[in-house]
């Protein structure tokens, strides 16, 4: 497959510098345009060693404007990113909307290492090859143009050019007794290359093999790609409809309405199950934590649902240092620059910690599709989007436990109007709440939907009946003592 | 001193339960003129071990609006955070104007338990004390409101309070043979929490000691204490005066004029001197690195001085895992609601990696100065801030190099001129970048100021003649390789 690219293009020197200028104009016309576009560029530079990755990427940082590129080159993995989920340090760095990242060293290089040293075998690398096709596909549904260059040189061109380097006393020190020892198994390796080219060349993020033999070749054809696609690209109409708010429904009949809400438990019986509850889970969390596993708590539920008083009650029993809690709110200026789960990945649980959503990513499924922030495609994406998120997260070792407090319209009436009369309480309650009492409906088959489609086995929603606030506090704490059970 | 507050003050139930609404109705409505009010509150909740800190933090969580809080508590430093200079972590979770942020577990609780086990001597400690002092300092004179709330309690109460935990089967396992370690010494490090709590109690951030026996009486004094100073503050009027650009000035001698722009270098000699220094450089480097050592590179100068191009020469010498480069333009929305030193903060390289910031936190000095976006005093004070910020960095073994990049006026001209020739690069060149020559002198001003207040010894800036780009960029190589060398 590589093969067939590897024509021996040659680029004189005069013909090089004859099409810069034009090229070069190219470039940065789009990336100006760029700017206001809406959606990122994620570039990947790849291919095997000696055939010039880093040139090229100098020379795409000399052509553009340096200002509005982000740039990164991932090593080893330090102790920091391998205490989190495997692709949060490839999150971190991602493009808002608007510029051009360069991942030379990325999402690639580990998996084709390890199975090119027989580290992992053929089924985990197919798995590896997976996990990177949903990565790619969520960030490329959500807007995000990916050009990804793989450099070819085979295995005579790579010692030529391992000797050119060694042979000149000012670059011999490049050369590595590494570099050689991929040099043996150069066909071994250009093997599994070729599989993970071929793999996950998908219809939105397909990779463009490039003859990287002669170095001003290279680096006309990684630009002219740049270009080409970028204008391509920018040439589109931006296909995002206006979202539209759902229509009103009707009272749709959902796995609500069979919440059993006449759930209660009287005072002295939470005073007594609570304390024996809390020290349970005291003592289960700082088990879990010392063994170094990792948990996500998520909480969502109508407004007056009583999810803070919950977490409250819940990290009682917590130290401070053994969790952190992130109420979501509306995003930031930045964060509506990223996909939309980007803002969460920020704060995933490194090993040995907790972390508590006070609302969450199903924000998505629910506010945004209610109220029309999101388009229908992409709240009727994000179902997946989600449960393959929460899979990595699976994967990862990280135990998922998620809450839905449920509580009648009549309750959360009774609760808004005694928030009122409650001065430090009044902040809780705004028109907004009442307006979103109208949508009532809406949020239900929203929440229902939702409940539906993301419990999964590895991510189970819990319906808390809520209408009674000590029977969900104790339905919380129990719920939690048994997932960590469940994990130890 | 602790002593002194030691009353053993009791509140009764009945009478905490009354005083409740008023105090919470004070925090919120203090809380929601915060939002707008341009300014971050800090409050730290430091004492003694079982004193009742994480009670209390819970309280002011529960009281408090949680969607605008932000909570961290510190432990032992992680890997990452080890790799990076000691307040980086602090810095990483300061909150924005308009939210409150409740540390427990702060830049406090390591050099106090270092000193209560004598891993750090009397000198050591006093140091430690002065670098807090520094940073709270910058914090405040920034804006930020302090709350240092100190809970004590005498010896035997927490003997009394430690017994109590274990008798209750419930919380029997809060109590570890370390509190009873800590508390064997509690004398010791009572007068050591005092010598830190008198070091460090500043004008605009001194401490409020409470006495912690009575939980109830606890929880309201850190209550009242938070909404006292809150709203007193709010009450203040906002004291930044608009800031003004500033006024123009007839030429100023200064440095800058003493420079030699006559400096200059053959073609040949450039290509011969090149290739060597490129070499050299990358070999100190990669040694450097393994070594575990890290550097920071700052180029500033006029524009068309040749930054960009320096920079991309410079790292040709290196591998893309080694360094970032951090091209820094205006402040995103987020960055403006922080200390200006914050966005620098994020991305300070770890151990064995290197940061090459394109413009700097001198803007504040510079740009920001000449423009009027800070007040005179606060680039005035700037000064100090950046060299205390600097010494910080030094300090924590990271080795600074910095650049002025100077040109004469005629060749910033010329170089505007020849920048609209050329289609690709015409992006580079604005109407501003004429609006900014005829600040010169305003700027040449400013560029001289700094270059005065800021070269250290532990921080020196080089003052590069680049009126001809090859004599700069073999003198940025050479600067290079002698600081690594140097270092090494």
């Known amino acids: 497959m590589f093969e067939a690219v590897a024509l021996g293009q040659k680029v004189e020197k005069a013909d090089y510098d004859a099409a810069l200028p034009e090229l070069r104009t190219r470039l940065l016309k789009a990336q100006a345009q760029l700017e206001g576009a809406g959606f990122p560029v994620i570039v990947l530079v790849n291919g095997a060693d000696a055939a010039g990755k880093s040139e090229t990427t100098n020379a795409l940082h000399e052509w553009l404007d340096a200002r509005y590129l982000v740039s990164e080159?991932?090593?080893?993995?330090?102790?920091?990113?391998?205490?989190?989920?495997?692709?949060?340090?490839?999150?971190?760095?991602?493009?808002?909307?608007?510029?051009?990242?360069?991942?030379?060293?990325?999402?690639?290089?580990?998996?084709?290492?390890?199975?090119?040293?027989?580290?992992?075998?053929?089924?985990?690398?197919?798995?590896?090859?997976?996990?990177?096709?949903?990565?790619?596909?969520?960030?490329?549904d959500d807007g995000a143009l990916f050009i990804k260059l793989w450099f070819h040189i085979g295995k005579r061109d790579q010692k030529k050019r391992l000797e050119r380097l060694e042979h000149n006393p000012e670059t011999r020190f490049r050369v590595t007794r590494e570099d050689w020892r991929q040099h043996a198994v150069h066909n071994r390796i250009l093997r599994i290359c070729e599989e993970a080219v071929r793999e996950t060349s998908t219809g939105l993020a397909a990779w463009k093999v490039i003859d990287a033999v002669d170095d001003r070749n290279r680096n006309l054809s990684a630009g002219r790609e740049l270009a080409e696609r970028l204008e391509e690209r920018l040439k589109q109409p931006r296909v995002r409809p206006a979202p539209v708010p759902e229509p009103p429904r009707s009272d749709p009949q959902t796995v609500l309405d069979r919440v059993d809400l006449g759930k209660h438990v009287s005072k002295d019986e939470y005073d007594a199950r609570a304390a024996a509850l809390l020290g349970k889970t005291s003592r289960l969390a700082r088990k879990f934590l010392r063994k170094k596993k990792s948990a996500i708590l998520v909480f969502e539920g109508v407004d007056a649902a009583g999810k803070g008083g919950a977490i409250r009650r819940l990290v009682r029993a917590l130290d401070a240092r053994q969790y952190r809690l992130i109420p979501v709110s509306a995003p930031s200026e930045e964060e509506r620059a990223h996909h939309y789960l980007w803002r969460f990945y920020r704060h995933l649980p490194r090993r040995g910690k907790l972390t508590i959503y006070d609302r969450s990513w199903y924000g998505r499924v629910l506010v945004e599709r209610v109220e029309g922030f999101a388009t229908h495609e992409e709240w009727s994406r994000a179902y997946k989007e989600i449960n393959d998120f929460e899979r990595e997260l699976s994967d990862d070792g990280i135990v998922l436990i998620k809450f839905w407090l449920h509580i009648s319209e009549d309750e959360q009436l009774r609760r808004f109007q005694a928030r009122e009369a409650e001065p430090w309480k009044q902040h809780k309650i705004t028109a907004e709440d009442y307006r979103n009492r109208a949508k009532k409906n809406a949020y239900e088959a929203a929440a229902a939907e939702m409940l539906e489609r993301c419990s999964t086995e590895y991510a189970p929603f819990v319906l808390v009946p809520a209408e009674d606030k000590r029977y969900a506090r104790l339905t919380v704490l129990e719920t939690v003592c048994e997932s960590l059970e469940n994990a130890l």
């Open 73 to 140: 080159a991932y090593g080893e993995p330090t102790e920091e990113e391998r205490a989190h989920p495997a692709f949060w340090r490839y999150w971190q760095w991602l493009p808002p909307a608007g510029r051009i990242a360069i991942f030379q060293g990325n999402w690639y290089t580990q998996p084709i290492q390890e199975r090119a040293w027989k580290k992992i075998g053929a089924a985990r690398f197919a798995h590896e090859l997976e996990r990177i096709r949903k990565f790619e596909q969520t960030l490329a």
